[in-house]
């Protein structure tokens, strides 16, 4: 069973900064795409951002400039760097991983990190 651990969450004054932690259980080579999403309170959970195995990258419009999405394979781990931050980006946010084999596809999710951010 794939484990999924964030950490790195936590409270934050607007304009300040936090990195969150993605440590997997097994290799992230395994996965065809990292990524992070987040829920807000009433709303949708949304994707922030991803990274493949090629290391291509894609950011939501709202935190393109602001967030960097970045993997340490040899320590199966995917970060976020958060800077800028506004009470928009206050959410849980939760690590993905997805697998695709054949027609196959799996999504593998953590339990979630709250990020609050204080104006």
């Known amino acids: 069973q794939v484990q999924l651990v964030e950490s790195g969450g936590g409270l934050v004054q607007a304009g300040g900064s936090l990195r969150l932690s993605c440590a997997v259980s097994?290799?992230?080579?395994?996965?065809?795409?990292m990524g992070w999403y987040r829920q807000a309170p009433g709303k949708q959970r949304e994707l922030v951002a991803d990274i493949t195995n090629g290391g291509s990258t894609n950011y939501a419009d709202s935190v393109q400039g602001r967030f960097t999405i970045s993997r340490e394979n040899a320590k199966n781990t995917v970060y976020l760097q958060m800077n800028s931050l506004n009470a928009e980006d206050t959410a849980v946010y939760y690590c993905?991983?997805?697998?695709?084999?054949?027609?196959?596809?799996?999504?593998?999710w953590g339990q979630g990190t709250q990020v609050t951010v204080s104006s």
């Open positions: 097994a290799s992230i080579h395994s996965f065809n795409t």
């Open positions: 993905n991983a997805k697998q695709f084999i054949g027609v196959s596809r799996t999504n593998y």
